[in-house]
Structure formats: C-alpha cells, structure tokens
C-alpha cells in the first residue's frame, strides 16, 4: 500500500500522549500511526524530526467578513491567515451583510466560502427575535451553533440580538430543542448604554472611555443572565470572548452545578491590558474592552484549572482608515482586531516558560473546540481514522511578529507588531493535503470544505 502523505519522526501527540512515530495519511484519513518499516511509502514524506505533530488547531471565532465588508477581509484572505497561524479549520461569526440569520443567506455564504477558502470551515449561524422561525432550518444546513449577542448597536439587530431575558429563554430552548449549542456575546446592554450616555454627556472622546463604557459589571450581569438561561433550558452555551474575574467565578460556579457551559478567552485579554488602549488608541479599542492585570492574572487561573475551555482568536479585522476616525474621537471606530495569524505563537511562547502544558494548549485549540462543535474524535485529536488534519510546530524557533508579513488585509491593525515570541506552526495540513509550509501558504483557493455540525460523530461528547 502507498499512503498519500508521510509525516516521518516527528513527536506525535496523540490521545495517549507524545509518542515519536511517523503518521501516513491515506484519502484524508489516519491510516497509521507506527514506527519504521509498518510504515507505508509516502507519496509525499515530510521529515518532521524535532518537531511536534499537534491535531489541526480550531479556530471557533473568526469574523471573515464575507459577504458584505470584503474590503475588511475576505474567505481568501481570512484563511490564509488561518493557514499561516497554524489553523486547519475556523469557525466563521453571522454578522455579516445581510446577517447569517436567514437560509439564503446561510446557503449563500456556503456557497461564497467553499469557492475560496483555504482552510476548512464551519458556519454560526445568526439568531435573534426576527429569525427564529428559521432557526431549525439553519441548524438543518449544518449551522455550527447559533450566535446572538446580548449587546449589538447595529441595523441587524433583531436578526443577531436578543433584548431582554424573555428572548433569551426563546432563543435557548429553541437552541437547546435542536441540540446545537448557543454562543453569545455576553455584555449587558442597559449597562453599556447608561455609561455611554453619561461619557458622551461629559464630553468623554478619549480611548480610555470606550473601556468605561463597557465595565466589568456589564459582562457579569450578561453571563449570570446566560448561565440562569442555560440552566433553566438545558442548553449547551458558548460563553465567548471572557474578560473578567467575576465571569469566571460565575462559570465556575455553574459547572458545579451541571450547566452545559463552555466557555472561552482570547489572545488580546491574555496579552494586553487596558494599558494597551492608552498606547495604541483605537486599534485596542475590541468589545468586550481589554481588562486590568487582576482580570487577566484571573484569566491565565482560568486556563490551567479548566474553568476555561477554548481560545477564540476572535479575528476582527477592520480597515486602517476607519481605526484612524477614531483618533480624535474613539467613539467613532470601529471595534475588533485581527489576531488568527499570532494566536498560536503567543501561546507556545507561555508554554516554553511553562506556563501552561502543551497538553492544556491542544485542549484549549483544537480538542474543546471539536468536542464543542461535535467533530470529535474525526478532529481534535490524532488517531487512527480520524481526519489527517494536523498542525506541525516548533517549539523552539525565536522570532520577531512582523505585522507586514501577514496574510490578513487588517495586517496594519495587528497589535502585536514587534513582538518577540518563540514557538510557531512550520506545516499546516488540512486532510493529507498541506497548505501552509514554513510560513508560506501554498494550499489553494477553494481547497477548503464546509464543514456542518456532528456529520462525523453521533455520540455527544463533554468538554474537558
Ligand atoms: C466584532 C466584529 O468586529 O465583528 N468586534 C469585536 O470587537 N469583538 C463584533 C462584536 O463582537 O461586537
Ligand atoms: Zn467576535
């Protein structure tokens, strides 16, 4: 037998932990994993010695912003970044134009993606008070989960937004009758919206009032909201982009009671405090805002002792220009930045000062998130049979983050320009095929696969 990809003596971290082994892929698949001669010939072999054979990270929370704000980004561009941040499947948000809340626009987008995207995706779709008749038909085109957010200043709100806690019991026992997990953007609105009039009402323009603006309270009161939600209805929640402490204490709390919670963090309020917002202005102006050091001192807690269970790069990108409006007046920027291309370094940087275990890592980027997405054990893990999709890192390459040097079109944005990290993806493949080779994406346009929710696994599995 001949496979079609060889990876030879690299140390492969499979699910009884790191072995040194070669792995042969055939027709996407794990064909074997062992040592020397029980190995087939490789159409292609790449020898992997001193390097480390991770299960394809996930990314679950990226905004690609196609269709509808291409310039910003699109599944081409968005992707490459993936490939080249070591992601072999991303997770795409529905807040695009039109919304991802109605089966055209689900459809459609499918259709745009799959004729470019690099990397394999799977779709959120929207939900809101306007759709939720849809909402079954949505979870039937394959919708990853459904996303809605607590707080949403935006023409599309009653397709993506939930208002008062009435919606959001509709919104989850509808979520939890179809067995797809709900992800919410957990900021309160009436919080946000009261200090919003009052720092405009002062004449409050400068960076440090979007951060007031959108106070730790506002988030606690939002994930309290969810997890009393959750619990009434049963629902799985994705508790997405946490912050503060006091959400953690919260989730912490409700998974000792059984709630189905998982819950997430992102690079930037791992990386950057609210100081950044001082230095940078509008390109760290992101919602929810960049916290304090206790916050984020709570956050790292929170990775090591699983309160915590996926990292989201929660890629944003926008333009330069509209960041630039915000200069005088920091209300007039748009929020988010672009981080898939520098999400994994950060990490494997905390993982060579022991920090956090490599194992911790794998959990948190690809195991939770396929678990989450009911793609397990065909992602998230390597075993025989599962997909061949696989991120090849080293750990020991130093290096300086170069903003110029990414894929992204929000590349001017990236807030980590300068930045000495250690630790980067060299291969990116996605089912046998490689798409990214150190550093350079050579995977092609529409390689990448639409991939629906649980098609790959019947059995639900529990996160962490
Ligand atoms: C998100 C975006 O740009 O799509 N921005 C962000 O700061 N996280 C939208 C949002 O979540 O509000
Ligand atoms: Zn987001």
């Known amino acids: 037998m001949q496979a079609d990809l060889v990876l030879k003596n690299g140390l492969v971290f499979t699910s009884k932990g790191i072995v040194e082994a070669d792995i042969a892929v055939n027709e996407e698949k794990v064909a074997k994993i062992a040592k020397g001669p029980n190995i087939p010939k490789g159409v292609k072999t790449i020898d992997c010695r001193g390097k480390i ?66 990397v394999d995706f799977c779709l959120y779709a929207g939900c809101g008070a306007e759709n939720m008749t849809e ?4 979870a039937g085109e394959g919708a990853i989960a459904f996303k809605t957010w607590m707080y949403l200043s935006s023409p599309f709100s009653n397709l993506l937004a939930v208002k008062d806690f009435k919606e959001v019991i509709q919104i989850f026992t509808n979520t939890s009758k179809l067995g797809v997990p709900i992800a919410v953007h957990a900021e309160d609105a009436e919080t946000i919206e009261q200090a919003t009039t009052l720092l405009k009402s002062s004449g409050r323009k400068d960076p440090a009032a979007h951060s007031e603006s959108r106070p730790a309270s506002a988030e606690v009161k939002a994930v309290r909201v ?196 250690k630790g980067r993806a060299i291969y990116t493949i996605v089912r046998g095929s490689v798409v990214m080779e150190e550093g350079v994406v050579v995977g092609s346009r529409g390689f990448g696969r639409f991939t629906p929710r649980g098609l790959t696994q019947r059995r639900s599995h529990s996160v962490s």
């Open 226 to 421: 969810c997890l009393d939600a959750a619990k009434k209805t049963g629902v799985t929640l994705y508790l997405l982009h946490l912050t503060t402490k006091g959400a953690v204490e919260e989730v912490k709390a409700a998974k000792s009671w059984g709630v189905k919670v998982v819950a997430e963090t992102c690079p930037h309020y791992l990386f950057l405090t609210e100081e950044a917002i001082l230095q940078l202005g509008a390109y760290a102006k992101i919602n929810p805002p960049l916290r304090g050091i206790e916050d984020q001192k709570a956050l790292w807690g929170s990775l090591v002792d699983t309160v915590i269970d996926c990292i989201g790069s929660d890629h944003a990108p926008h333009r330069k220009r509209e960041k630039e409006e915000g200069r005088e007046d920091i209300w007039l920027a748009p929020s988010g930045a672009p981080n898939i291309e520098v999400s994994l370094p950060l990490m494997l940087t905390k993982v060579n000062k022991g920090v956090i275990t490599l194992a911790r890592l794998v959990e948190l980027m690809s195991t939770n998130a396929a678990k989450l997405f009911n793609l397990y054990p065909a992602r998230g893990t390597i075993d025989e049979g599962a997909q061949g999709s696989f991120t090849v890192v080293d750990l020991k390459s130093d290096y300086k983050i170069r903003a110029d040097h990414l894929y992204t079109k929000a590349k001017e944005c990236m807030l980590f320009d300068g930045w000495m990290v």
């Open 135 to 138: 909402m079954a038909y949505l």
């Open 53 to 118: 054979i991770l299960p394809g990270l996930i990314d679950p929370h990226v905004h690609f912003r196609d269709p509808g704000e291409t310039e910003k980004e699109d599944f081409y561009t968005g992707s490459c970044a993936a490939a080249a941040g070591g992601f072999t499947l991303v997770a795409d948000m529905p807040n695009n134009q039109p919304p991802t809340s109605t089966v055209d626009a689900f459809k459609s987008k499918v259709k745009e993606a799959c004729s470019k995207a690099v």
